[in-house]
Structure formats: structure tokens, C-alpha cells
């Protein structure tokens, strides 16, 4: 009896043991599973894991890893009547942490948390699963087709990206008229022009870098909102202060328009699609600029389309010509509402649901419009990256609910610096100084010339507007009435006695140490219309604009004024000046149609950096041709030519820009870009603008040397022609 118990206490000890060394054996297995799984980190790897374990008949549940072993190796039941202590070890097999375990212990069979890895681990297996994405999302873009969705797409940020070219146009156009009607003096007139770069510098890195945070659509929608609020309102304010305000907010609103239409439209274009849909893309900057120069053609001349409300509120028909430039960035607001949100960023943030809806919703579209709509989306599970959480510190005292939003605003900005820093980490540091060098040195020549070209060929006017003055001298007029228009003239030592200047219009005319005796003034409309020296005696002004700073050295002797217009005024009906430039930036503008379509057609064919670094050597090699630039009608041809050159490198950078950064970063790099794009714009105007009529030399040496330069450095990008998105 006492042997038989001996028997089955050593049977029973035997099958413990047995178990035991059962669970050891896997244990040990998990826990080389465990370690092959904190180096991949990848899902697919983990899933091949899994399957693994289930193939050695290790079946996970809840947490609890249960063991079913083979007959060789003992059954199940050996394990009953197992005691207190091994209740423990069974407890810790099944995977309960322990508190008091060595670093950072985890549960068996499962991959290590991510709390218990590093920053340097985490973005690794980010990294690795972006490249995943990358690849994989090109084959579902491929699988849903280029159709009817792109070009619903192409057309609506087509008119955000119109909307960007009519803000640059639109600041030339009404500079002059605005600041007539505000009577601006010549020290502030520049304020205009440079104050609108500024917004749309600071507009593109800021909206840039949020297109990043909150998405593409969602940025694009602010951004153009903000625009077109201040663009509306700038057209009714009177002072010229506020009318500052407003183009500084317009410009910063339209300033996040180019960089996130890029990183937009180029997320749901497959790979060779990409190169050729973003240049035709390009070309509604063009058609921006060709509806602001026709605009302003059709309406700013006409000072009839005016009215008043008393004297302090003046609407002149360049106000309505603003509102006129508004409409673009309205109606890309409104297309924009009905549009989805661009699936890849969702991917890159983690929203997976929502990025397999918006592809299916791509898919189904095309396929309807190609008359396959029983053709199924055969995706069912799209890589998403590791997801890496930014601890945010809020401390205690942001109760109050501004005291959050200064918090919240607080955090989105410096989540926008950490992205913009990372453009210059590796691997993209070396792209993001390159990049930087080709957008300052092609910014800084193309729009260095672009306003050289117009002031010159105004240089050119008014040069031949001098060489036709007629000079009047010694006249002795009396008892004789003007009623006519006299422009262009210089009327010295004359003497006019008892003459009556009645509905008269002076352009351009200059009275110098003239005497003007019992004469009456009446109705007068003038324009650089100057009395230098003059001698005034018992002469009535009556309803006139002669305000005492056209009498320039003049003395007025027992003379009456009456009704005079103070203020400055829109000049005359029959002023052709204004469509002359209005119709050589149109001609211009226009002038880029066929470097569009080139580079379009080519730009999958020969390559961006072919494109790129021949075009602007092109264009630099074609600056010495304004050697020959002596009339208005050859520099409107060399205008032309440069325009139609550089165009072609525009589209190529834009294209290569997209393309080399990875989708988190993508727009906070282009807008990076963008803004110093319009810093080295108005370098170039200063120092370009400060050269008209002095020589010709130095603004052809330094265009063509920054563009050759800047092209020979573009030369030295990677291609990104045959590469997928990131």
C-alpha cells in the first residue's frame, strides 16, 4: 500500500514535471519570438509570428497562452492537481506583468510595448512602415484609375492656384490707382507691393507646416477663406492703414494656397501620372494672370463705374476690379467643401477607416465614369505607420478657455517648427539645401526682371513722352478764353491778361515765371500740373483741383478761391497709358502658354532635371539679349521670350519639390520653399528696381548668373521620375 502511494506521488511528481518542462520549452520559444519582433516591429512580421505559434499548436487567447501538447510529450491532465506555487508560475506564464520584474518585462508572446522603447526605436519602425505605405499605396492609386475624380480635383484647386496668381497681379494693377484715390506721397507708395509679399511669405510656412497637422483640405479651406474675407473687404475700406491691414491678411491667407495644392493634387496621382497632371496644373497661375490683366483692362480705366456717398466715401472702379479678383478664391472655397480629404495624409496619421472609404470612393467614381461600376475594390487592409505620440504639458492653471486655445495654438506652432526642422535632418537635409539654393536663386532672377522689364519699357515712355514736350515762351495772351486740353507743354515768361480758363483738362503742363492777371479759373481738372514762380493778381479760382502745393514758388495777390476739389483724383478717360501696361503683362503672361504645354508633355519624357537645369540656362543665356532691348516693342519681345522660358523650370521645381520630401513633411518643406520664394522676390525688386535708367550691365550679369548657377546646382537633385510618393 505505502509502495502503490509511493508509486503515484512519483507518478504525479513525474507528469508535473513533465508540464513543467513543456511550458519552459515554450516559454523559451515565445521569448525568442519576442525578441525577433522588437527588431522588425512590423505588423506583417508579427502576423507571420502568429502564425508561427499557431502551427506549433500554441494558441493565444485573451492574453493566456495555453499549451497543447502531443502525446510525446504528455497530455493535458498531467497538469490537474498542480499546487500553490505552480498557480503562480502558471500566473506569470499566462502573461501578467510583474511590477517588480527586470526592465521593462512584457508580456509573453507579445511584442514589446511601445512605452517601454525608445524615440530612435519607434521612428525606425515608422520609417520601415512608411516604406511599406509608399509601395503599397502606389498599387491601390494604380488600381483605382485616373478618371473622373482627378479631374474634378485638378479643376478646384486649379482655381485656388488661380486665385494665388491673381494676388501677385492684382497689388501691380491697382498700385497706381489706389494710391492716387488715398493720396498716397511717395514714401509710403512702396508699402503696397511690399507688404503683400510679406503676408504671402509668412502665409505659405505657416499654412504650409498646418497642412501637415490638420490635413490638406482643411488647411486649403482656411487659408483660401481667410483670403478672400480680407481681399472683399479690402475694396470698401477708405484709409490707406487699413487698407494695408487688409492686403497683408489677403496675402497671408492666399500664401498657403501653392504648397498645399501641390502636396494635395500629387497624393492621388499615380506615378506616371504625376509628373505630366502637376505641370498642366501649373498652368492655371497662368490663366490667373491673364483674367487680372484682362480684368483690370476692362474695368480700372473706366473711372465712370464710380460712386459716392459725401465726401468721405469714395468707390472708384479699381475697387470694383478687387472685388472682380475675389471671385476665384470664392469659388474654390466653395468647390472645396464637396471634396474629400487627401487619403494618403490620413494614411500617414493613422486614420485608416477613413482613408479606405475616400480610395474606394476614388475607385468607384473612375470606375462609374469608364462604365464599369460592377468593378470592386479588391483592397481590404491598407498599412498605416506607427503612430508617435507628442506628450503635450498643460499645466494647471489654463482653466480658463482662452487660456487653452493659447495653449493649444501655442502647441501647434512648435509641432510646425519640430516638422519644419525635420526637413533638415537626414535624409532630406541635403535635398532641403539644394532645393533652398535653386528656389532663391530662380525667385530672385525671374521676379528680379519681371518688374525690371515694366520699368523700363515705362523708362522707355517716358523718355519719348519728354522728347515730344512743346515749349511756349514769351507768349502774350489777354482777353481770350481756353477751353481745351492742353498736355504736355512748358509755357515760360508768359503774360496772360484778363483770359478766362474755362472746363479745361492740363496733363502734364508746367507754367514757369509767367504773370497772370484778372483771369478766372474755372472747372479745372489737372495732372502733374505744376505754376513755378508764377505772379498771381486779382484771379478767381472756382471749382478747380489747384491746391496750394502746385503753386510751387508763386505768390497770390488778392486772389479768391472757391470751391475747390481737395484730395487726390482718378485721372482722365482718355489716359491710354493704363491699358498699354495692362496689356503688356497680359501679353506676358500669355507668353508662358507654350512653355506649359512643353513642359507638360515632356516632363515624363526627358525627365525634371533635364527640364529644370536646361531651362534655366536657358533663361539665364537669354538675358544678354536685352543688349539689343533699345524700344518698347523689343523689350516686350524679350519679356516674352524670358517668361516663356523660365516657365518650364517653375513647373519642374514644383513637381521635384513634392516629390522628394515624404508626406509628413511634405507641405511644411514646400511652404518652407514657397516663403523663401517670395522673400528673394522682393530682394530682386529692390535691387533690380533701384538699377532703372542707370544701366543696363548689372541686372543682365546678375540674372543670368544666379540662373545659370541655380540651374547647374539643380542639376545635382536626385531624379524622383521613376520613385514612388513617401
Same mark, same amino acid.
Given at each position: 500500500?505505502?509502495?502503490?502511494?509511493?508509486?503515484?506521488?512519483?507518478?504525479?511528481?513525474?507528469?508535473?514535471?513533465?508540464?513543467?518542462?513543456?511550458?519552459?520549452?515554450?516559454?523559451?520559444?515565445?521569448?525568442?519570438?519576442?525578441?525577433?519582433?522588437?527588431? &522588425?516591429?512590423?505588423?506583417?512580421?508579427?502576423?507571420?509570428?502568429?502564425?508561427?505559434?499557431?502551427?506549433?499548436?500554441?494558441?493565444?487567447?485573451? &492574453?493566456?497562452?495555453?499549451?497543447?501538447?502531443?502525446?510525446?510529450?504528455?497530455?493535458?491532465?498531467?497538469?490537474?492537481?498542480? =499546487?500553490?506555487?505552480?498557480?503562480?508560475?502558471?500566473?506569470?506564464?499566462?502573461?501578467?506583468?510583474?511590477?517588480?520584474?527586470? =526592465? &521593462?518585462?512584457?508580456?509573453?508572446?507579445?511584442?514589446?510595448? =511601445?512605452?517601454?522603447?525608445?524615440?530612435?526605436?519607434?521612428?525606425?519602425?515608422?520609417?520601415?512602415?512608411?516604406?511599406?505605405?509608399?509601395?503599397?499605396?502606389?498599387?491601390?492609386?494604380?488600381?483605382?484609375?485616373?478618371?473622373?475624380?482627378?479631374?474634378?480635383?485638378?479643376?478646384?484647386?486649379?482655381?485656388?492656384?488661380?486665385?494665388?496668381?491673381?494676388?501677385?497681379?492684382?497689388?501691380?494693377?491697382?498700385?497706381?490707382?489706389?494710391?492716387?484715390?488715398?493720396?498716397?506721397?511717395?514714401?509710403?507708395?512702396?508699402?503696397?507691393?511690399?507688404?503683400?509679399?510679406?503676408?504671402?511669405?509668412?502665409?505659405?510656412?505657416?499654412?504650409?507646416?498646418?497642412?501637415?497637422?490638420?490635413?490638406?483640405?482643411?488647411?486649403?479651406?482656411?487659408?483660401?477663406?481667410?483670403?478672400?474675407?480680407?481681399?472683399?473687404?479690402?475694396?470698401?475700406?477708405?484709409?490707406?492703414?487699413?487698407?494695408?491691414? *487688409?492686403?497683408?491678411?489677403?496675402?497671408?491667407?492666399?500664401?498657403?494656397?501653392?504648397?498645399?495644392?501641390?502636396?494635395?493634387?500629387?497624393?492621388?496621382?499615380?506615378?506616371?501620372?504625376?509628373?505630366?497632371?502637376?505641370?498642366?496644373?501649373?498652368?492655371?497661375?497662368?490663366?490667373?494672370?491673364?483674367?487680372?490683366?484682362?480684368?483690370?483692362?476692362?474695368?480700372?480705366?473706366?473711372?465712370?463705374?464710380?460712386?459716392?456717398?459725401?465726401?468721405?466715401?469714395?468707390?472708384?472702379?479699381?475697387?470694383?476690379?478687387?472685388?472682380?479678383?475675389?471671385?476665384? *478664391?470664392?469659388?474654390?472655397?466653395?468647390?472645396?467643401?464637396?471634396?474629400?480629404?487627401?487619403?494618403?495624409?490620413?494614411?500617414?496619421?493613422?486614420?485608416?477607416?477613413?482613408?479606405?472609404?475616400?480610395?474606394?470612393?476614388?475607385?468607384?467614381?473612375?470606375?462609374?465614369?469608364?462604365?464599369?461600376?460592377?468593378?470592386?475594390?479588391?483592397?481590404?487592409?491598407?498599412?498605416?505607420?506607427?503612430?508617435?505620440?507628442?506628450?503635450?504639458?498643460?499645466?494647471?492653471?489654463?482653466?480658463?478657455?482662452?487660456?487653452?486655445?493659447?495653449?493649444?495654438?501655442?502647441?501647434?506652432?512648435?509641432?510646425?517648427?519640430?516638422?519644419?526642422?525635420?526637413?533638415?535632418?537626414?535624409?532630406?537635409?541635403? $535635398?532641403?539645401?539644394?532645393?533652398?539654393?535653386?528656389?532663391?536663386?530662380?525667385?530672385?532672377?525671374?521676379?528680379?526682371?519681371?518688374?525690371?522689364?515694366?520699368?523700363?519699357?515705362?523708362?522707355?515712355?517716358?523718355?519719348?513722352?519728354?522728347?515730344?514736350?512743346?515749349?511756349?515762351?514769351?507768349?502774350?495772351?489777354?482777353?481770350?478764353?481756353?477751353?481745351?486740353?492742353?498736355? $504736355?507743354?512748358?509755357?515760360?515768361?508768359?503774360?496772360?491778361?484778363?483770359?478766362?480758363?474755362?472746363?479745361?483738362?492740363?496733363?502734364?503742363?508746367?507754367?514757369?515765371?509767367?504773370?497772370?492777371? $484778372?483771369?478766372?479759373?474755372?472747372?479745372?481738372?489737372?495732372?502733374?500740373?505744376?505754376?513755378?514762380?508764377?505772379?498771381?493778381?486779382?484771379?478767381?479760382?472756382?471749382?478747380?483741383?489747384?491746391?496750394?502745393?502746385?503753386?510751387?514758388?508763386?505768390?497770390?495777390?488778392?486772389?479768391?478761391?472757391?470751391?475747390?476739389?481737395?484730395?487726390?483724383?482718378?485721372?482722365?478717360?482718355?489716359?491710354?497709358?493704363?491699358?498699354?501696361?495692362?496689356?503688356?503683362?497680359?501679353?506676358?503672361?500669355?507668353?508662358?502658354?507654350?512653355?506649359?504645354?512643353?513642359?507638360?508633355?515632356?516632363?515624363?519624357?526627358?525627365?525634371?532635371?533635364?527640364?529644370?537645369?536646361?531651362?534655366?540656362?536657358?533663361?539665364?543665356?537669354?538675358?544678354?539679349?536685352?543688349?539689343?532691348?533699345?524700344?518698347?516693342?523689343?523689350?516686350?519681345?524679350?519679356?516674352?521670350?524670358?517668361?516663356?522660358?523660365?516657365?518650364?523650370?517653375?513647373?519642374?521645381?514644383?513637381?521635384?519639390?513634392?516629390?522628394?520630401?515624404?508626406?509628413?513633411?511634405?507641405?511644411?518643406?514646400?511652404?518652407?520653399?514657397?516663403?523663401?520664394?517670395?522673400?528673394?522676390?522682393?530682394?530682386?525688386?529692390?535691387?533690380?528696381?533701384?538699377?532703372?535708367?542707370?544701366?543696363?550691365?548689372?541686372?543682365?550679369?546678375?540674372?543670368?548668373?544666379?540662373?545659370?548657377?541655380?540651374?547647374?546646382?539643380?542639376?545635382?537633385?536626385?531624379?524622383?521620375?521613376?520613385?514612388?510618393?513617401?
Amino acid at each position: 500500500m505505502e509502495e502503490t502511494y509511493k508509486d503515484r506521488t512519483s507518478l504525479m511528481k513525474g507528469a508535473k514535471d513533465i508540464a513543467k518542462e513543456v511550458k519552459r520549452q515554450a516559454v523559451k520559444k515565445v521569448n525568442k519570438a519576442v525578441e525577433k519582433a522588437q527588431d &522588425g516591429y512590423t505588423q506583417r512580421s508579427y502576423n507571420r509570428f502568429q502564425d508561427e505559434e499557431d502551427d506549433d499548436d500554441y494558441c493565444v487567447q485573451g &492574453g493566456n497562452y495555453g499549451v497543447e501538447a502531443n502525446d510525446d510529450e504528455g497530455s493535458s491532465e498531467a497538469t490537474e492537481g498542480h =499546487d500553490e506555487d505552480d498557480e503562480i508560475y502558471e500566473g506569470e506564464y499566462q502573461g501578467v506583468p510583474s511590477m517588480g520584474g527586470k =526592465d &521593462g518585462m512584457v508580456a509573453l508572446g507579445q511584442p514589446m510595448r =511601445d512605452e517601454y522603447k525608445d524615440r530612435h526605436e519607434l521612428e525606425t519602425e515608422r520609417k520601415a512602415d512608411e516604406e511599406e505605405l509608399a509601395q503599397q499605396y502606389e498599387l491601390i492609386i494604380q488600381e483605382c484609375g485616373h478618371g473622373r475624380f482627378q479631374w474634378a480635383l485638378f479643376f478646384v484647386l486649379g482655381m485656388a492656384l488661380m486665385a494665388d496668381g491673381v494676388e501677385v497681379f492684382v497689388v501691380g494693377f491697382v498700385l497706381p490707382s489706389a494710391e492716387t484715390d488715398m493720396c498716397i506721397p511717395n514714401s509710403g507708395s512702396g508699402w503696397l507691393g511690399s507688404i503683400v509679399y510679406l503676408g504671402m511669405m509668412v502665409g505659405a510656412f505657416f499654412w504650409g507646416g498646418l497642412a501637415d497637422k490638420v490635413g490638406r483640405r482643411q488647411s486649403l479651406l482656411i487659408c483660401m477663406s481667410v483670403n478672400g474675407f480680407f481681399a472683399f473687404l479690402s475694396s470698401f475700406v477708405q484709409g490707406y492703414g487699413f487698407f494695408l491691414f *487688409c492686403r497683408l491678411f489677403s496675402g497671408f491667407g492666399i500664401g498657403g494656397a501653392v504648397p498645399t495644392v501641390f502636396s494635395y493634387f500629387s497624393e492621388v496621382l499615380a506615378r506616371e501620372k504625376r509628373g505630366e497632371h502637376l505641370s498642366w496644373l501649373c498652368m492655371f497661375w497662368m490663366i490667373g494672370g491673364i483674367y487680372a490683366s484682362a480684368m483690370a483692362w476692362a474695368i480700372i480705366p473706366h473711372y465712370g463705374w464710380s460712386f459716392s456717398m459725401g465726401s468721405a466715401y469714395q468707390f472708384h472702379s479699381w475697387r470694383v476690379f478687387v472685388i472682380v479678383c475675389a471671385l476665384p *478664391c470664392v469659388s474654390s472655397v466653395v468647390a472645396l467643401t464637396f471634396m474629400p480629404e487627401s487619403p494618403r495624409f490620413l494614411l500617414e496619421v493613422g486614420k485608416h477607416d477613413e482613408a479606405w472609404m475616400i480610395l474606394k470612393q476614388i475607385h468607384d467614381t473612375n470606375m462609374r465614369a469608364r462604365g464599369q461600376p460592377e468593378k470592386v475594390f479588391t483592397v481590404n487592409r491598407i498599412k498605416t505607420p506607427k503612430q508617435i505620440d507628442e506628450l503635450i504639458e498643460i499645466k494647471s492653471d489654463t482653466g480658463t478657455w482662452y487660456r487653452r486655445c493659447f495653449v493649444r495654438i501655442r502647441t501647434e506652432l512648435y509641432g510646425i517648427w519640430l516638422t519644419f526642422m525635420r526637413c533638415f535632418n537626414y535624409p532630406v537635409k541635403d $535635398n532641403t539645401i539644394k532645393l533652398t539654393a535653386v528656389w532663391f536663386t530662380l525667385s530672385f532672377g525671374y521676379y528680379g526682371l519681371s518688374v525690371w522689364f515694366p520699368d523700363v519699357i515705362k523708362h522707355l515712355q517716358s523718355d519719348e513722352y519728354a522728347s515730344r514736350v512743346k515749349h511756349f515762351r514769351n507768349e502774350e495772351v489777354s482777353h481770350f478764353v481756353f477751353n481745351f486740353t492742353l498736355e $504736355n507743354q512748358v509755357h515760360s515768361n508768359g503774360e496772360y491778361i484778363n483770359d478766362r480758363f474755362i472746363m479745361m483738362k492740363f496733363k502734364s503742363v508746367t507754367f514757369e515765371d509767367s504773370l497772370f492777371k $484778372n483771369c478766372v479759373f474755372e472747372d479745372i481738372t489737372s495732372l502733374n500740373t505744376y505754376f513755378r514762380n508764377c505772379t498771381f493778381v486779382n484771379t478767381t479760382f472756382y471749382n478747380t483741383d489747384l491746391e496750394q502745393y502746385k503753386f510751387v514758388d508763386s505768390e497770390l495777390i488778392n486772389c479768391t478761391f472757391f470751391h475747390i476739389r481737395t484730395g487726390c483724383q482718378i485721372s482722365f478717360d482718355d489716359d491710354y497709358s493704363a491699358y498699354w501696361i495692362y496689356f503688356v503683362n497680359f501679353l506676358g503672361t500669355l507668353a508662358v502658354l507654350p512653355g506649359n504645354i512643353v513642359s507638360a508633355l515632356l516632363m515624363d519624357r526627358i525627365g525634371r532635371l533635364t527640364m529644370l537645369g536646361g531651362s534655366m540656362v536657358l533663361s539665364g543665356i537669354s538675358c544678354f539679349f536685352l543688349w539689343f532691348g533699345t524700344s518698347e516693342s523689343m523689350m516686350i519681345g524679350m519679356l516674352c521670350l524670358y517668361n516663356g522660358l523660365t516657365i518650364s523650370a517653375w513647373n519642374s521645381l514644383d513637381v521635384i519639390t513634392v516629390e522628394l520630401y515624404p508626406t509628413d513633411r511634405r507641405a511644411t518643406g514646400f511652404g518652407f520653399l514657397n516663403a523663401l520664394c517670395k522673400a528673394a522676390a522682393v530682394l530682386g525688386n529692390l535691387i533690380f528696381g533701384s538699377l532703372v535708367g542707370i544701366t543696363k550691365a548689372i541686372p543682365i550679369l546678375l540674372a543670368s548668373t544666379v540662373l545659370v548657377c541655380g540651374g547647374l546646382v539643380g542639376l545635382r537633385l536626385p531624379d524622383t521620375r521613376t520613385q514612388v510618393l513617401m
